[in-house]
């Protein structure tokens, strides 16, 4: 069953349990489905509301990018988890010989860049949720204001904290300059994502 799928109970209680996965990184995904979630109801409230027809039709936009978002992100709930357990798996093969000792390291290394390359979707993903907060930012039902802060603060710690699983998994990565590169595009989504949610 994907952890998507579960109810919210579900979700917390396996999330609060000693398994290391779901962790963080699933959680990340999550706040940024939610901050997408919410900014689509918020849309939806508006465009319900004549007195906004003006910005019917950028609202409609809008929408259609939140939900895109909404389903990436949930996505990545699960992603972020079947990456950690790639990783684990890793620690369960033989490393006897010298041949199974090269296999084993090179298996770990593409596990962690693709434990990191997760995250950093996420970030990704959430950080076109604040484009998108920011393109209808004055334009939505005042009623709504507490819901698109919301919306704002969840998205952006859903970069905030999708930053901190790809740092950690780029610790073990050997790759330099993969790491490197990385590393950088972390930064600057970081510093986009910062900017933007100063709505």
Do not use: W
């Amino acid at each position: 069953m994907l952890l998507q799928d579960h109810t919210i109970k579900q979700f917390t209680e396996v999330l609060a349990s000693k398994a290391p996965a779901p962790g963080g990184g699933s959680v990340a995904a999550l706040n940024g489905a939610l901050a997408a979630a919410l900014l689509h109801m918020v849309c939806e409230l508006t465009l319900g509301n004549e007195k906004y027809s003006e910005f019917h039709a950028e609202m409609k936009e809008i929408m259609a990018g939140a939900k895109k978002l909404q389903q990436e992100l949930l996505s990545g709930v699960d992603e972020d988890t079947e990456a950690y357990n790639k990783v684990s798996a890793v620690f369960t093969m033989p490393k006897e010989t010298t041949e199974e000792k090269a296999a084993r390291s090179e298996a770990m290394q593409t596990a962690l860049k693709g434990a990191a390359a997760t995250p950093l979707q996420t970030m990704k993903s959430s950080l076109k949720c604040l484009e998108l907060l920011k393109a209808a930012a004055g334009k939505t039902n005042p009623n709504c204001e507490s819901d698109f802060g919301v919306a704002v603060l969840s998205a952006l710690a859903s970069v905030r904290s999708a930053a901190l699983n790809v740092k950690i998994n780029l610790s073990g990565i050997k790759d330099v300059a993969y790491s490197e590169k990385t590393a950088a595009e972390t930064n600057e989504i970081l510093a986009q994502a910062e900017k933007l949610a100063n709505i």
